[in-house]
Nanobody
Framework: QVQLVESGGGLVQPGGSLRLSCAAS????????MGWYRQAPGKERELVAS???????NYVDSVKGRFTISRDNAKNAVFLQMNSLKPKDTAVYYC?????????WGQGTQVTVSS
């Protein structure tokens, strides 16, 4: 059974940085798509950043220039480096991947940006 384990969330002051990690474990033949989503209280879940197996990268406009997504294929992991964090970045962050077994969601990790 494939599972996703996320880590790296926490409380940070505005302007600070956090690095989120998401690792897939289990019987995985391939991972095509890896993405980070977030959901703030009272809002819909939105795509933050994604990266394909071919290296194609996409960011939501609000994080361009501040967030960087990357992946380690050998470890079946995806990362989200978040710099210059703002209070509006506060949300639960989820990773989502497309494997040979289908779509998977991580359990979510809380990111709170507050002074």
């Amino acid at each position: 059974q494939v599972q996703l384990v996320e880590s790296g969330g926490g409380l940070v002051q505005p302007g600070g940085s956090l690095r989120l990690s998401c690792a897939a474990s289990g019987s995985i033949f391939s991972i095509n798509y890896m993405g980070w989503y977030r959901q703030a209280p009272g809002k819909e879940r939105e795509l933050v950043a994604s990266i394909t197996s071919g290296g194609g990268i996409n960011y939501v406009d609000s994080v361009k220039g501040r967030f960087t997504i990357s992946r380690d294929n050998a470890k079946n992991a995806v990362f989200l480096q978040m710099n210059s964090l703002k209070p509006k970045d506060t949300a639960v962050y989820y990773c989502k991947v497309l494997t040979s077994s289908g779509w998977l969601w991580g359990q979510g990790t809380q990111v709170t940006v507050s002074s």
